[in-house]
């Protein structure tokens, strides 16, 4: 274990943008890999140390390292572990990795980041079938890291796109957690907010406290507070109260998957958010990388909705708020469709609708190319 081990992200990660917003939370060392255990914070700032396959698709499980972009970077360092450790041929090897895979993308369906993160590591895998096992080893390595350093790069760049959504002295909602903690850093809903706050404009955060999981309360508001930005945490229910009163200038969250519609998965409370903004007239932006683009899904019904245990529901922190034995559900995701949605914000620029046709465009077109509104 150690004590602060939020340092600058530069320290573990080779390319970089240097940067004191990122900080570090996933992390390769000597052979394993570190975690920040999201599920105690605020209260306790703890490592956990993956050494085996099972502990990284534990951790994820149990939401250890939780957020779409996070969970695919872990899963990435989940293969690159296997083959840190893995003792016979590059054969074998191979069908461990393809195992590994199997296990990984088990371990929560609804974030297709896991089993984007998974296939790109296989693929390089496969495509290094006759090297070595060592050269294949240093190659995956390379790969999880250089999956870590683009999800940073691609959160710095959905901030740059999305600060122009933000009014001047903007009062933004957010549900759930999108910041760094759900990233390689910085986040994606987050991360116009932390940029619009580092330029020096007045910016205050809604911050819904995100029920059964209360990853807002937890994460979101120590995040943001750690880095300044001015925020009120709010109950989930308290979100139509603030629109109504006509505090609430846009709401900004996060996806786990965008479909080839333009419908997405985000945490469950998302889709009434929007319902709620459009019923006030507020913009609804979600802010996503293209590693959480699925075009292979035509629309939100097909998005797999993970559920969790109700235990989740009728505890908090351990302790029973609920009648013993009482029945409680607990999907932990929910779909909003894409008429709800004002924009996305994507690394490459913001889409507005139709989106079906700016998506194919987007995932289609080569990295440098800008979609436009
Ligand atoms: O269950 P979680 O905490 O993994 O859910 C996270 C979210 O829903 C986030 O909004 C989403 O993953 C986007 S993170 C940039």
Known sequence: MRGNYYGPLAVRVAFFMSTNTAYQHIWWEGGTLGLLDQRLLPQQEVAVQCTTLGDVVYAIQSMQVRGAPAIGCTAAYGMALVAHQALGSTAELLAQLTAAKAALDASRPTAVNLAWATARMLQVAQAHASASPKVLRDTLLHEAHAIMAEDLAMCYAIGEHGLALIPPRGHVLTHCNAGGLATAGLGTALAPIRLAYERGRSIHVFVDETRPFLQGARLTAW???????????????????????????????????VVANGDIANKIGTYGLAVLAQAHGIPFYV?????????????????????????????????????????????????????????????????????????????????SIRVVR
């Open 287 to 367: 802010a996503a990388p293209s590693s959480t683009i699925d075009l292979t899904l035509p629309d939100g019904d097909a998005i797999p909705i993970e559920q969790r245990d109700p235990a989740e529901v009728t505890t908090i922190a351990g302790h029973n708020i609920a009648p013993v034995g009482v029945q409680a559900a607990h999907p932990a995701f929910d779909i909003t469709p894409n008429h709800l949605i004002t924009a996305l914000i994507t690394e490459q620029g913001v889409i507005t609708p139709p989106y079906a046709s700016k998506l194919r465009q987007m995932m289609h077109a080569p990295a």
């Open 223 to 257: 995040e943001l507070q750690r880095a300044g930005v001015p925020l009120t945490l709010i109950t989930d229910n308290m979100s139509a109260y603030f629109m109504r009163k006509g505090e609430v200038d846009c709401v900004i969250v996060g996806a786990d998957r």
